[in-house]
């Protein structure tokens, strides 16, 4: 018995690795340009929207970064002005290095002669806008998150449509040519897939760091404009914005009809 055991599992591990040796020869490893063309039309919507991804998050991270949200320098610079009761200085400062919180800060300076009412409505409008500016850019990514499966699934669709026109054709006599009609189903399907998900994960990744960046420039704000002197500004102009409204201009006709 243990004469007979020896030879036959020699035999079988032989065969095994002559099976195995055989099947590798025989597999021919696909490389990314064989999976594009296996996957068909909808991989040339897929590489465009995989590129604007990728543009939009590498956008998204420095747009939403603290170092050009609120530079340390302009808010180190806008303190020591407003210490010092520079407040034109401030406004020219504002000019001088753009960036968000210059821009919120300026707004405010615009509009200190005329209250404290509208310096806090033109704040409060001025982050308003950044905040839009920065979530309709990341928007863009919850866009092409939604479109890049369904791009996919038609590929998916159109696929099987061929799939099924080879079976109808050939029957099952010819299975390499429903075999790569199935591939480029799965190829479109994983591809939508492989681009949706980060698109997803970046886009809410981005609305977290929006908010915290508005938070924090608010709170920048609020700590220039604490106790600030609305009464001894009042009727002088800060900044260099243009006054449009002036004195009304009575002609004749309008004098009459009032009078009536």
Known sequence: MKKFRIPFLTTLLFGMTTVVAHAAEGVKEKTLMDLFHEGGWVMYPITVCSVGMIWLIVDGVLRTSAKKLYPANHVLQLRELFKQGDYVGAFNFTKAAPSPITDVVKAGLGLAADGKVMTEEAIISEITRIQGDLMNRASWLSVIGVCTPMIGLTGTVTGMMKAFDKL???????????????????????????????????????????????????????GLFRAFPYDEVAGRNIGDLEIYASKPVWNESSEGSTNQ
């Open 168 to 222: 109808g054709s050939s029957g099952v006599g010819d299975p390499s040519q429903l075999a790569g009609a199935i591939g480029e189903v799965l190829v479109a399907t994983a591809s939508g897939l492989f681009i949706a998900i980060p698109a997803f994960m970046a886009y809410y990744l981005f609305r977290g760091r929006i908010s915290k960046g508005i938070h924090d420039i608010q709170e920048i704000t609020s």
